[in-house]
């Protein structure tokens, strides 16, 4: 039976992928943060078949333990601040816990299980300004925020571990990938969120950034099946994994709010205090090497996937009014 670590493993990525190796009867090691409250919401439904570690990704030594425990086949580097527009307030957090983190995670490995495959998780924020389109493997990176500047310095690392120290350690340049597992405050959730509670009378207006801003949306759950066929390969090395499509924030609205049978026109407004202080305007992937070398396919399009996220926004959302019904 392999042996797998998550970080990362209560979010989107991290437990759609703990569903996947689960499912092709891996023993998952999660590692998770000692708080209060942890929120297992994601993973409800398979927690107590992910054995847990404590630990912490700025803290070597806790890491170093984590992998001794684990005694890791592979393992899944996701964690990280992740929402790029906490990384303007928060440049010094960001660059702890998602470039430093990685030399961690890499180092705690080199350590303890030199021969366990590692995948880092890279991102399209690292081409920011592009310097062309379709954006590749080979496309230099130009990122436009602390947190596009930290995930280059983590991929970069992961590179530089797999070069000097011979480590099966690879990068996945994900775009954008989104899910109803999606936090609030990405804008995908944001739109689907917003477009339940408008519906249900619940709120009147949706307030919004750049809508012109170009993204290339996947569905998260297509996208981890990407992380594991990188690490069944022979040798290590760095895929863009997209869709190959672009659409603007318009055309995201424009689909959610008619799926309910509204104009986005009638609700959103646009509020400066969601312009970025560095737009990222365009982003599109060239996933060629992956559907060649990996033989990765998706399976969502775009249009099911906000679909799919406006179902669930209403279901939760309708919970909720019942919920508070009930306990008035």
Wanted: aromatic share 10%; charged share 25%.
């Amino acid at each position: 039976m392999k042996r797998a670590l998550i970080t990362g493993v209560t979010g989107q990525d991290g437990s759609y992928l703990a569903e996947l190796l689960l499912a092709k009867g891996y023993e998952v090691f999660g590692l998770r943060r000692r708080t209060s409250t942890p929120n297992y919401e994601n993973i409800q439904h398979i927690k107590d078949q992910i054995k847990w570690i404590s630990g912490d990704l700025t803290d070597l030594a806790s890491l170093i333990e984590a992998v001794r425990l684990s005694d890791p086949d592979e393992v899944y580097n996701l964690a990280a601040q992740s929402f790029v527009a906490a990384s303007w307030p928060q440049p010094l957090a960001t660059g702890q816990m998602t470039a430093i983190s990685v030399t961690n995670m890499l180092e705690a490995v080199r350590i303890i299980k030199p021969q366990a495959k590692v995948y880092q998780a890279s991102s399209s924020e690292m081409f920011g300004k592009v310097v062309e389109t379709p954006q590749k493997e080979t496309t230099p990176f130009y990122p436009r925020s602390p947190y596009g500047v930290a995930k280059v310095y983590g991929h970069w690392i992961t590179v530089n571990y797999r070069e000097s120290f011979n480590m099966f350690a690879c990068s996945g340049i994900l775009f954008n990938h989104e899910s109803p597992r999606r936090g609030l405050e990405f804008v995908t959730r944001k739109v689907t969120d917003g477009v339940a509670r408008i519906k249900l009378g619940l709120e009147h207006e949706l307030r919004m950034g750049n809508l012109d801003s170009l993204r290339d949306w996947g569905f998260a759950g297509d996208y981890v099946k990407a992380m594991w066929l990188m690490l069944q390969q022979d040798e290590p090395d760095d895929y863009v994994i997209s869709t190959g499509e672009m659409h603007s924030v318009k055309e995201l609205l424009e689909v959610a709010f008619s799926y309910v049978g509204l104009d986005y026109r009638d609700y959103v407004v646009i509020d400066p205090e969601f312009v970025r202080p560095a737009e990222v305007d365009l982003l599109l992937g060239d996933c060629s090497k992956a559907k060649e070398k990996l033989g990765w396919q998706l399976e969502v399009g775009f249009k099911q996937l906000i679909q799919m996220m406006v179902d669930e926004d209403l279901r939760r959302v309708r919970n909720e009014v019942n919920y508070n019904m009930a306990v008035r």
